[in-house]
């Protein structure tokens, strides 16, 4: 069994930063690919950020160049910086673990975040 908890949701102001963390625990090893996805009400869960075990990277075109996702496969952490918050990104932000052979997919229960003034 694999269990992702997620942290370091929370209100911010435009333009101000936010780190995300998410903690794995159970039989993940660092082979998973690793991610973030969002939700808003009424709207599809999407993707974020990925990040595979040999630390490549994808980002969702709305949050490039703003949020990095890092990992540490010691720790079995994943982490989402979030710079330059705007209001198009407030969300439920949830973690994501998917297995390399099975692509059988974790998450975790959610953060929230909301941006504003």
């Known amino acids: 069994q694999v269990q992702l908890v997620e942290s370091g949701g929370g209100l911010v102001q435009p333009g101000a930063s936010l780190r995300l963390s998410c903690a794995a625990s159970?039989?993940?090893?660092?082979?998973?690919?690793r991610g973030w996805y969002r939700q808003v009400p009424g709207k599809q869960r999407e993707m974020v950020a990925l990040i595979t075990s040999g630390g490549s990277t994808n980002y969702a075109a709305s949050v490039k160049g703003r949020f990095t996702v890092s990992r540490d496969n010691v720790k079995k952490m994943v982490y989402l910086q979030m710079n330059n918050l705007n209001p198009a990104d407030p969300a439920v932000y949830y973690c994501?673990?998917?297995?390399?052979?099975?692509?059988?997919?974790?998450w975790g229960q959610g953060t929230q975040v909301t941006v504003s003034s």
């Open positions: 159970g039989s993940l090893d660092d082979t998973y690919l």
């Open positions: 994501k673990a998917r297995h390399p052979a099975t692509l059988r997919d974790h």
